[in-house]
């Protein structure tokens, strides 16, 4: 089956720790997408990738950290330095540049205690 | 920049009844338009997407949308909602450059629809 994989779905650390979110895609899809999630606000975009190894800023990228090693992984990690990490994180695919639309995956709510 | 108003955040319907769904949007340049679905817990699908053409696009299930270029509008009809269709709904739009996107999404802050029995 062809999708995007989102690790773990829950994930709860402590605060002051850095942790790591896992994107998996195995649709051959160029650009890769990271998206945070919180009531009431919509998504934002925290960082994306349209090729390997090179990403940009998204709007809210302070705190966070992104890696585009291989075409199939975009993994986020979430740093210490993120001052409000709690949310519903969303990662996206899509084809490339041209008319399509992104992709979702099923997302991975991070609570910090 | 861009931005994306979705003008009501709750919208209660009884099943069976019609419904729309308001969005508005700013931009400087030229946009695709962007409805998905989110059920609780879960990532989004997309509904329905205008991206040049009929301004009036629609959905397997029912759902239709009007792109007004004049008042930077997308809202989304249903003419006859069910139970099913309860879920929140987000609006986004991509900036066109050279006749392409790369894609980014700036959403609106959502509409929670509710279908009562």
């Known amino acids: 089956d062809g999708g995007i994989t989102q690790s773990p779905k829950y994930l709860f650390r402590k605060e002051g720790q850095n942790v790591t979110l896992s994107c998996e895609q195995n649709?051959?899809?160029?650009?890769m997408y990271w998206y945070r999630q919180d009531p009431g606000q919509g998504l934002r975009l925290i960082y994306y990738?349209?090729?390997?190894?090179?990403?940009q800023k998204g709007d809210i990228a302070e705190g966070y950290s992104v890696s585009r090693e291989k075409k199939e992984s975009f993994p986020l990690t979430v740093t210490s330095a993120q001052k409000n990490p709690t949310a519903f994180y969303l990662c996206?695919?899509?084809?490339?540049?041209?008319?399509?639309?992104?992709?979702f995956g099923q997302g991975t709510r991070l609570t910090v205690v | 920049a861009q931005s994306v108003t979705q003008l009501d955040s709750q919208v209660p319907v009884f099943e069976e009844a019609p419904v729309e769904l308001r969005c508005n949007y700013s931009?400087?340049?030229?946009?695709?338009l962007f409805w998905y679905v989110q059920y609780p817990n879960q990532g989004l699908q997309l509904l329905l997407k205008y991206l040049s053409g009929s301004t009036l696009v629609e959905s397997i299930n029912g759902f239709e949308a009007e792109f007004n270029k004049s008042q930077t509008s997308f809202h989304l009809r249903k003419p006859s909602v069910h139970i099913s269709d309860t879920a929140e709904y987000f609006c986004a739009v991509s900036e066109v450059a050279g006749g392409t996107s790369y894609g980014k999404l700036t959403f609106g802050q959502g509409t929670i629809l509710t279908v009562h029995p």
């Open positions: 990738s349209q090729i390997v190894n090179d990403f």
């Open positions: 931009s400087s340049v030229s946009v695709y």
């Open positions: 996206a695919s899509r084809p490339g540049q041209g008319n399509t639309e992104a992709f």
């Open positions: 649709l051959n899809h160029d650009a």
